[in-house]
């Protein structure tokens, strides 16, 4: 044991800033390339599916300081900060999304790799997974309303969560729900997770995000909207679109949740749960079921990374992740290779049923990836001993 700790240790070490830059360069560079692919919205987009969403016009009012119906008029720090950007008010609502999302991908990186001591393909893999899971490539084709910075704001919690800092995690908190609410969901995570130790500081944190997201309710009505689960649910839709926010990764991340438990993260699972438990909470609020999921996407990053960080001594199994994954981009959303395809769409579900037997067939094959990606962990019968330190919790 003594010698797997001291290699554990030399592995900590010989993580550095080298680390985090290599997997950010190639993680931006897939994002760079996937920006470049998938049909964004646009003012000038001829399609429905392609010309600006009523969100974005909600948040236009906000940035040029007109009044906009709840719940949008509680949303206020990201029109705000459009507002002091020298660009029209969709160029910078776009430009604070991209910027958000370098940074947040960025900060992914260095959970991953420095945080979780996860090595730089593992890495790479988790990051160009959410990157192009649905639910990432939505915030790409969408670039001129809150998810962005949303995402870099969860992302900062996240870690400030597994480095226990409270001070920041709520300062993240705050600002978060100042942007958009389901922030609060790794509030109620933070609680969830704190145990005797943190308790102080749980309360703390609790009060401040109330505060945070009673504030901007004051003098505005309730939000206009209806409670939907219940109309919802007997769809078979519903659970479709809920699938595919992250397809085949829903079970790989479970798998690393597994894998953390029992070790010095284990508290990633009060955590996940809480947030996930949100983001189904928030679909019954809301018609565009997928997007509710972005409360997940770090956490799907880190629950995929700790599966990946597993599977690295089977190259076949990388090589055909890495084919998975990338063909997503394509199967997902709608890209510029396909602008008669997606001319009269309205909605995604248009898409899915244009490429169903594409889309069902990666589905399978991928759900078949997952199936023999569980019997090589499970088939392992020794922990390397790079990856002590994470099974064991020791330093």
């Not at 730089?120 to 988790?126: D, E, H, K, N, Y």
């Amino acid at each position: 044991m003594a010698t797997d700790v001291n290699s554990a240790k030399d592995h900590s070490k010989s993580v550095g800033a080298k680390d985090v830059v290599l997997v950010v360069i190639s993680t931006l560079a897939v994002f760079l390339l996937v920006a470049l692919i998938v049909a964004k919205r646009s003012p000038n987009g001829e399609a429905t599916w392609l010309s600006l969403s009523p969100d974005t016009e909600m948040y236009v009012k906000m940035v040029v300081g007109a009044k906009a119906s709840p719940p949008f008029a509680y949303r206020r720090l990201v029109p705000f900060i459009a507002s002091l950007i020298p660009f029209s008010p969709v160029q910078a609502l776009g430009a604070i999304t991209l910027g958000s999302l370098l940074a947040g991908y960025g900060i992914l990186s260095w959970i991953l790799v420095s945080q979780l001591q996860l090595r730089r393909v593992a890495a790479c893999l988790a990051l160009v997974a959410v990157m192009t899971s649905t639910r990432g490539l939505l915030i790409i084709q969408n670039p001129y309303i809150i998810d962005g910075f949303s995402f870099l704001v969860m992302t900062i919690m996240l870690a400030a969560f597994l480095r226990d800092s409270s001070g920041t995690f709520g300062a993240a908190a705050i600002i978060g729900i100042l942007a958009r609410e389901d922030c609060v969901f790794g509030v109620f995570g933070f609680v969830a997770s704190a145990g005797r130790r943190r308790a102080r500081a749980s309360i703390v944190v609790a009060l401040s995000a109330a505060v945070a997201y009673v504030l901007p309710r004051l003098g505005h009505g309730r939000a206009s909207l209806g409670f939907l689960g219940l109309s919802q649910i007997v769809h078979a839709s519903y659970y479709a679109k809920a699938y595919f926010a992250f397809g085949i990764l829903w079970p790989m991340a479970l798998g690393g949740l597994l894998v953390a438990r029992g070790s010095k993260w284990n508290r990633l699972l009060p955590y996940s749960a809480c947030a996930f438990a949100g983001s189904i909470v928030s679909t019954f609020f809301a018609v565009d079921t997928t997007r509710m999921f972005l409360p997940m996407l770090p956490l799907v990053a880190v629950g995929c990374g700790l599966v990946f960080d597993r599977l690295l001594d089977r190259p076949a199994l990388v090589v055909a992740w890495a084919a998975i994954l990338l063909s997503n981009v394509g199967l997902a959303v709608p890209t510029v290779f396909s602008p008669q395809a997606i001319q009269h769409m309205k909605e995604l579900e248009e898409w899915y049923v244009l490429l169903a037997i594409p889309i069902v067939t990666q589905q399978v094959c991928g759900l078949a990836l997952v199936a023999f990606s569980a019997r090589a962990v499970v088939a392992q019968s020794a922990v390397p001993r790079r990856s002590q330190s994470l099974v064991d919790g020791s330093a």
